[in-house]
């Protein structure tokens, strides 16, 4: 017989998008001359820039000659790819990383759920309420105990340091699905927090490339001492386009340890690297030249234009919606808008209402979390067309 991870019977099932998804459709089939705004999803819209593009172009024609034929590659990423990280994520910002702590991948997702196989199922994880998924999820498979950290208005969106012990923490800035920041001293607390109690932080910074204010860090590397405590997790998704191209990267800091039962250091960067060359092919070279050309002055150029573009859609979200009288969080350093949903509705009344009466998908608060409840995301990544057309019709409502 063969006897299933029982921890998975344990997951809620998801029914966030997908109900959305019906929602749309039952409407949109009665309602069939109704022009439905969607911005809702998290998905981009642009396309790859031509940067990008030329250099995936050039790397098809160089496998298809015997000199440049590539086969299995390195596990852990091409060295030119590594290497034009280390210089442009972070020299370039003033911090040393080495490129043997650089693990090029397919996705930020997978490596937030993949990073688990290294930690003993006995941890004590905390996660932030609301939350990007993954982190629960994943944590719930591999059977361990889950605290979570509420971000609300109430606490402006920084979570308070967890009351008992816990060995993981996870913390995505800027965040999905707030679109709030935490500043260098909010994160250095975090951070003096996982070096007194031994703990690990996992820091997604999907969204970094969208920061616009000072004083918000890019890297959690940016505080001193996170090398000692801190895996982060970037990803060129949101950045560049690469949600179907798929491309990202994990920082695990040589400097980074766990521990056995018996209390003996192991370096981290040393398991992931025995994962990752046992479980992961690398990630394939022509998709590997396009990331890097994200980092070439023309690759550079065309892509701050897209997320100056996605900056402005959230700043017509933020400000239109202010005018309206909603109280909004978020959209300033991140393309998500995160606003209070008027008094006495749930987030899926909200989403019903404004679905209905003024043909406009968002996402309800409550399906990120229980403390999302009364919250409502909107994101930047529709049109520019779309996104006035949509605040037009949300002020014109109010
Ligand atoms: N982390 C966060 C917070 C995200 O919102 C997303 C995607 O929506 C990801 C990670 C996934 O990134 P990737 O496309 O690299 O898997």
Known sequence: ????????????????????????????????????IKLGIGDVTKPIVPACL??????VDEIGTTEGFKGYGPEQGYEFLRKAIVENDYKARGITIQEDEIFVSDGAKCDCGNIVDIFAQNNKVAITDPVYPVYLDTNVMSGREITYLPVTAENNFKPELPKEKVDMIYLCFPNNPTGTILKKEDLKKWVDYAKENQAIILYDAAYEAFITEENVPHSIYEIEGAKEVAIEFKSYSKTAGF????????????????YTKEGKEVSLN???????????????YIIQRAAEATYSEEGKRQIQENIKAYLENAKIIKEGLEEAGFTVYGGINSPYIWLKVPEGMNSWEFFDKLLEEVNIVGTPGSGFGEHGEGYFRLTAFGTKENTIEAIERIKNWR
């Open 243 to 258: 949600t179907g191209v798929r491309c990202a990267y994990v920082v695990i800091p040589k400097a980074l340890k766990g």
């Open 1 to 36: 017989m063969s006897y299933i991870n029982e921890n998975f019977l344990k997951l809620q099932d998801s029914y966030l998008f997908s109900t959305i998804a019906k929602k749309v459709a039952k409407y949109t089939e009665e309602n069939p001359d109704k022009k439905i």
């Open 270 to 284: 040393k398991l992931w690297n025995r994962r990752t060359c046992t479980k992961f092919n690398g990630v394939s």
């Open 54 to 59: 030329k250099a995936m172009h050039k790397a």
